[in-house]
């Protein structure tokens, strides 16, 4: 069993940056990998970023180049450094661990751009 808990969000100007923090409870953290999603009012639920247990990272294209996500396996924890932020990227931000069939989802961290 995994427990995600979100932090870091909050307001922020056009072109400002945010990092968001996903910890998790349990011993065997590294095993998952590890995604951000976020929704906005209106919308479906999508994928920002996704980090493997080796590392390897992916993108939603509309992110690329602005977002950066990582992960500390020794702090259970899960980073999405956001850059060059912009009105549009305003949602509330998911944390989810995945490991074959068991998926896990964070309570969410709310950003918004605007000025």
């Known amino acids: 069993q995994v427990q995600l808990v979100e932090s870091g969000g909050g307001l922020v100007q056009p072109g400002g940056s945010l990092r968001l923090s996903c910890a998790a409870s349990?011993?065997?953290?590294?095993?998952?990998?590890m995604y951000w999603y976020r929704q906005a009012p209106g919308k479906e639920r999508e994928s920002v970023a996704g980090?493997?247990?080796?590392?390897?990272?992916n993108y939603a294209d509309s992110v690329k180049e602005r977002f950066s996500i990582s992960r500390d396996n020794a702090k259970n924890t899960v980073y999405l450094q956001m850059n060059s932020l912009k009105p549009e990227d305003t949602a509330v931000y998911y944390c989810n661990a995945r490991y074959f069939t068991q998926g896990y989802w964070g309570q969410g961290t709310q950003v918004t751009v605007s000025s």
């Open positions: 349990g011993s065997r953290f590294s095993i998952y990998a």
């Open positions: 980090i493997t247990s080796g590392g390897s990272t």
